[in-house]
Structures are given as C-alpha cells and as structure tokens.
C-alpha cells in the first residue's frame, strides 16, 4: 500500500484483554512486533481518587515544586490575550531551538494557533498557560478532551526560566480541574520504557513517572 510502517497502538492498558487483541491480530494479520525507540505507551492517572490522594501519589519532588511555583506567586491562566498567547508561542519555539531540536518558526506558530481554534470550536480542550505575579507568560500546555479522558498534549517552558517550576503548576492544575469538570482519567500520554539513560525522553519519562 505505499507504507514503510504503520504502527498501532492498543487504546487500554497491559493486561489479558491487551494480550489476547494482540494475539488475534497476530493470527489474522502478521504483524513484527518491536521493542525500541518506536514503542510507546502512556501513562494515565485515575481522577475518582480524592485529590488529597492525587496529591499524595505524586512523587516528593513534585510535591515540593508545587509548593515552590505557588510561593513565587505564579498564576495559572485559564483566560488570556491574543498578545499572551503570542507569547507563549514563541515559548514554544524557543524551548525547542533550546533542546537542539528542528523546528520551523512559522509552521510551529500557525500549529499552535489551529489547535487553539480547534479547541474553542469544538470544545474539545484547552490551553494552561502560566504566568508570574506581573502577567509575564512563562509556559503553558495544551491537553485534549477525548470522552471521559483529558489526554495532555503539549507543553513548554521558559528556557530562560530554569528555576520555577512552570510546567508542575500547569500540569497538576489540569489533573485537578479535569477532576472537577467530571472526567475520569487524565492521560500523560508519550511514555518509552525502551529508550537509555542519555536520551532525552529519559528524563521526560521521568517527568511523567513522578
């Protein structure tokens, strides 16, 4: 069909009902399985849990940089400015340039700007963006609304900022907003058990674990 790969991945988690779809594609269709780099699984967190009980499953680092974004009084921004927004573009932007990743000034902007639209026609989800006590946007992150799922989907920090912990705030208030609005998972998505210490999904992963 004109395909170098084309890669699925089981919409529920490990387990007897994830082994016997595999098997019964593997019997209809023959399929290589591989364990590398290109595997990826997620890593989702089950919001019926009271949120004292979110809170206390987070790691202690986690915790402690909760506790450090709030008393340097930085302020998660459900509503914002066309100009905030803009701001946190270039975020985006930089924050990629910054890891030695290729990216397109244009194209990433226009990419954020569709998802946004995206989001406010359909309802379908929102954008966190974080800013310190005088308004500066320092970050901010996107998730999807998919069912009973909000699926986080991009995020991204000052990289000029490395000692506030921008996207801790970010993420844990969407856990608990999510919570509140009634879903019942929040999906961390992008999680590789096969990648080495000195890759950079590494410490993501660990990001994510935590």
Known sequence: EGFTSLTI????????????VEYKINRAIPVKQFFDRNNWSSVAIDLSLPE?????NLSKGHKS?????LKNELKVLHEFTDAQFLDYKGIYINMHKERGL???DEESAVYLEKV???????????????????????????????NKTVRYLKGAADP???????????IWEAIT???NEGFEFFDLWGYNHFVDESDQVF??????KG
């Open 102 to 104: 290729s990216v397109n």
């Open 177 to 179: 907003s999510s919570k």
């Open 9 to 20: 991945q089981l919409p529920f988690p490990s387990g007897s009902l994830a082994d016997y």
């Open 116 to 146: 946004r639209q995206f989001f406010q026609a359909y309802n379908s989800g929102k954008f966190l963006l974080i800013s310190n006590a005088e308004e500066k946007i320092l970050g901010g992150i996107a998730s999807v609304r998919q």
């Open 52 to 56: 004292k009980d979110l809170l206390g």
């Open 203 to 208: 410490f993501i992963n660990r990001f994510k």
């Open 65 to 69: 940089d909760i506790k450090k974004a």
């Open 160 to 170: 000029q900022v490395r000692n506030l912990p921008i996207l801790h705030l970010a």
